[in-house]
């Protein structure tokens, strides 16, 4: 071998040597703990986005509001690039667009079946606002059903008046007024504090929300109202999605569809397991509500969801008929 080729050799192996591999990386915010369905979800599709990428795709996941955001916050935070991705709770979107109010329309779907046929009738609406705001839609997961949570049980109309209740959103805020309690709209993130300082006397979550917050600490009882089973999704801002290479995004799309499944799969066994757990720290866990009480709750829900299926339009008259049509 000659000395030409001898330098040759060296400098192409110098060059191959000096060129980096860069991965994809990825911040993932959610306001929600790590124990919760959600974060569960969010550290299982981080894990399987890192081994189908061989890890060219690398996404941290930051719980708990830890980044400073909340989900009102995401859906600007990722749609401009400040957050590459987010796990975000729909009910605090319906300012940005009503159809994200839909799931969360209180005692609309009672059962896994009604939750998840709402979600596949509504999925191509979700999916259109978000691409109109530079954002791909990732994974759709569900939460558990909303209780109350409080300092006695809430067995009828009278349980709730003058209780200062947390709720999430309008639909919310509107039933619990109607219904005769107090309602306070606070942000999860803001719930133990304004517990701590008896702003507020009782919560209108899920069981597993409180049970990853350990609200036990401060409450005593959970009411199973079944008021709504609301969804949450993970979405993913476009550059960073144009920036994968398309390997790389089959690869986070079959991610997303598996942590999708999995999320789901978590909601079947997921209240049984909150309550035991409930019981467990000395919570008095109410599963069912007198059919009286039920039907005040409902009837106190309807006025609003008239409303939205007048305000939001044809999109919301289309997905109810087809709903109710099944």
Known sequence: MNNKTIFGALAGLS????????????DLSSEYPVSSLQGKTADYFAKAVAEKTDGEVEITVHHGAALGYKSVDHFDAVGDGALQAASSAFVFW?????IFQLSSLPFL?????????????AKPEYEKVLEENDQMLLVITPWPSSGLWGKKPFTSTADLE????RT????????IKNAGGFPIQISWADVPAQLSTNAIDAVLTSANGGVGAQLWEMQSDFTNVNYASSLQAIHLNRDAWDDLSEKEQAAVKEAATEAEDYGWGLLEDATASDFATMRENGMTVTEEIPAEFSQALTAAAQPFINKWVEETGERAQ????????R
Request: aromatic share 12%.
């Open 15 to 26: 060059l191959a040597t000096a060129t980096p591999v860069f991965a994809a990386t990825w």
């Open 94 to 98: 319906t300012g940005i667009d009503p």
């Open 109 to 121: 779907a009672s059962s896994f079946k009604d939750v998840h046929d709402l979600y596949e009738l």
């Open 162 to 165: 003058d209780v200062k209740v």
């Open 168 to 175: 999430y959103d309008v639909a919310s805020t509107e039933t």
């Open 318 to 325: 289309s997905i109810m008929t087809a709903y109710r049509d």
